[in-house]
């Protein structure tokens, strides 16, 4: 649990200050450190895992955050009930270490407070990205029973529904629900993917970092506020907005005669879409997609080129978008399925450039290949 802490504590100094609002003279910098345990069970799959019995033992888990708290009224922020995010660190104990290791992640969260600010017991959602390591991957020999990971590295993701309870001027209660999984997007097989569901429990500590510059006497009494006291979120950008975009992708996966082994295949993937903004929020899409298998190696090289359409929503925030679309192939599938989906998360650069990581699937929802890429906006109206 200190190696946790001390992974915030570094990090924090790479990290850009949180936005401040004036307090007359003095700015106040809100931030907070969180630690939480986590107990549930995990979403059994039809394997040789799930069939062992191995997963009937359930998990713990702890997790500690470092935070910050955005409070300028012009801000992005603002507009979205002002978030907090942050940069976490998991521990997991996972019975059977043996099969699955025990798995470590960093990450980043962001916090979207669902209930007013008046409220003592504060509703919120709060997703989490990052990477786990140190997992025991699948092993012909050593270790076959692993079929859900074929990597010492995972994508970490979790969801939390929770709700914090102001106990103090300080202090928060933490309780409530989440999901968590562990995948690496079948870069390597066996890719069945951990699932785990339960509940958590913990404590948030508010402080201002301005306090310190302003008064150290622990006794004068002569104390800044400790927390922020959200206000009525301002108005959101209404604009609406027309763009055509070109993204390119590559990565690499296995095929299943691969899997336990070093043996990758390139993917790659062009899409042109175009993209409709109702306002900053909310915002659709719709394109045209183009994919190279090179793991189709009972098909000629023409034949792993397929081809196919999609639609799709976006949820936007600062300079990040959430995109899920669903699409279907124009050619035949190659033994993928009827229709793909794709879960992608955007960084924009400017207004014409942007960066993009997201999971092709395959019919039902099962990881296909990760796309890794650039884009770019020429056309916008």
Not at 238 to 262: K, P
């Amino acid at each position: 649990m200190i190696r946790c802490f001390i992974l915030c504590l570094f990090c924090s100094f790479f990290i850009a200050k949180a936005q401040t609002i004036s307090n007359g003279e003095i700015s106040n910098t809100f931030k907070f450190l969180e630690i939480k345990s986590h107990y549930g069970a995990f979403l059994k799959s039809d394997n040789a895992l799930g069939n062992s019995g191995v997963l009937d033992n359930g998990y713990g888990g702890i997790t500690a955050k470092l935070g910050w708290q955005p409070t300028d009224p012009k801000g992005w922020a603002s507009r979205y009930g002002y978030p907090s995010y942050g940069i976490g660190a998991y521990v997991g104990f996972l019975n059977d270490a043996q099969v699955f290791g025990v798995p470590n992640a960093v990450y980043g969260f962001i916090n979207f407070p669902i209930s007013n600010s008046d409220r003592k017991n504060v509703f919120s959602i709060e997703p989490s990205l990052g990477l786990t390591y140190s997992l025991n991957p699948f092993d012909s020999e050593e270790n076959p029973i692993n079929e859900s990971i074929g990597a010492q590295a995972a994508v970490y993701f979790n969801l939390d529904f929770g709700f914090a309870y102001k106990f103090s001027r300080e202090l928060d209660i933490l309780y409530g629900i989440d999901v968590s999984h562990f995948s690496n997007g079948s870069t390597f097989l066996p890719n069945n993917g951990l699932n785990l569901y339960g509940i958590n429990l913990g404590l948030r500590y508010h402080y201002n970092a301005e306090q310190r510059k302003q008064n150290q006497d622990v006794f004068s009494g002569d104390l800044l506020p400790a927390r922020f006291n959200r206000p009525t979120k301002s108005p959101r950008d209404i604009t609406s907005e027309n763009a055509l975009s070109i993204y390119l992708a590559g990565g690499f996966s296995q095929r299943d005669e691969d899997q336990g082994t070093n043996t990758l295949y390139g993917t790659g993937s062009l899409i042109l879409d175009y993209e409709h903004r109702f306002n900053e929020m909310h915002g659709v899409t719709g394109g045209f997609d183009l994919f190279w298998d090179n793991r189709l190696r009972n098909f000629e090289t023409s034949e792993r080129l397929l081809s196919g359409v999609h639609v799709g929503y976006d949820f936007m925030f600062y300079k990040l978008t959430v995109k899920f679309q669903i699409g279907t192939y124009l050619s035949g599938d190659r033994g993928k399925g009827g229709f793909f989906m794709r879960p992608a998360l955007r960084y924009d650069f400017n207004k014409h450039i942007f960066a993009q990581v997201g999971l092709k699937t395959l019919n039902g929802g099962a990881a296909d290949y990760i796309e890794y890429g650039v884009g770019i906006k020429p056309f916008k109206w």
